[in-house]
């Protein structure tokens, strides 16, 4: 990118070989760069014509951002809960969720955890609609033999912050309809790209694409290891799902592990103050998203009964973040001391 002064240009090959990459990467034909995972989501959303007053189901546990893009869509948020346990969102669930309002199905797949996007689909495909997987969380992975982000209408990736893949800054869509490629194409394109990837970011993100699959196996056998080594009596019990299974089929991304705290095994300690205490012993360990209707104003939204799985996931979820899983097998050894401590 030096040698060729492609940094300095809006245009050149490193988003362009970035673009194929990725295309090749998930097996979907039409790949939009983007700066942010965030913004991929609301052009998600606007490539399948979301428009006021029409309703967006999602998870009540889910990233905050998806929410707050269905506001700035001026449609409803429809909260659906999790399967039990899981930050996953319900396809039983989600029929009571669809109403001739329903434009769109956001789902998520979160903290190593993959949403069932094939029965979603299945249950989204009856009555035509469009669903938008968000795999910003899940870069590399598999899911039923193919790439998280290629399975759903659109997908989503996010290349933020301390992703999976990351440039600081960035995102995706893909999808295979070049409709909806062609309408995000008109609505970002205003003579010039209004949110953009750069070539620097691209340049950034090339050798880490070819580096994820062989990483992606490091951290998937770093959590096996840390799971078998947690003490039966570690307020800790890991949310899997589905069980990753020994096979290329199916392999879980760890941007983050999720795990169920029990603070009845620490006199109520609550989850925010076992995290930071892990943390102050070098143990990189996060309270985990609020449920949305936890933290809304039920005038912002609709729901689909009490949700009570996700408020158990809004009580109990903390998650640890997924460096140490790089790090070597020692680390999860030191990791596990520090847990105990
Ligand atoms: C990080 C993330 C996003 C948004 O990505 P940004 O690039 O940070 O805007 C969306 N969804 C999920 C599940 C995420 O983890």
Partial sequence: MLQDGSWGRYHGPHCDRLRDALADFHDTEHVILCSSGTVAVELALRSVKVQPDDE???AAYDYKANFANVLTLRATPVLVDTLPGVPVLDPEQLKKA?????RAIVCSHLHGCFADVAAIRAVAAERGIPVIEDACQAAGGRLNGK?????GDVGVLSFGGSK????GRGGAVLTNDATLAQRIRLYTQRGNDAYP???????????????LPDRTLVRLKRVRQLLSALPADSPL???LYPDPAENDHDVPAFYKVAFHYDAKKQNGLSREDFSNQARQNGVALDPAFSALHKTHSGRRFKAVG???NASVLHAELVTLHHPVLLGGTDAIDALVAALGS
């Fill in 56 to 58: 967006v189901v999602l």
């Fill in 98 to 102: 669809i109403s001739d309002r329903t």
């Fill in 147 to 151: 790439a998280p982000g290629s399975i």
């Fill in 164 to 167: 999976l893949l990351t440039a």
């Fill in 197 to 211: 990837l750069s070539e620097m970011q691209s340049a950034v993100l090339l050798p880490q694409l070819q580096q």
């Fill in 237 to 239: 019990r890991p949310a």
């Fill in 306 to 308: 009490e949700l009570p």
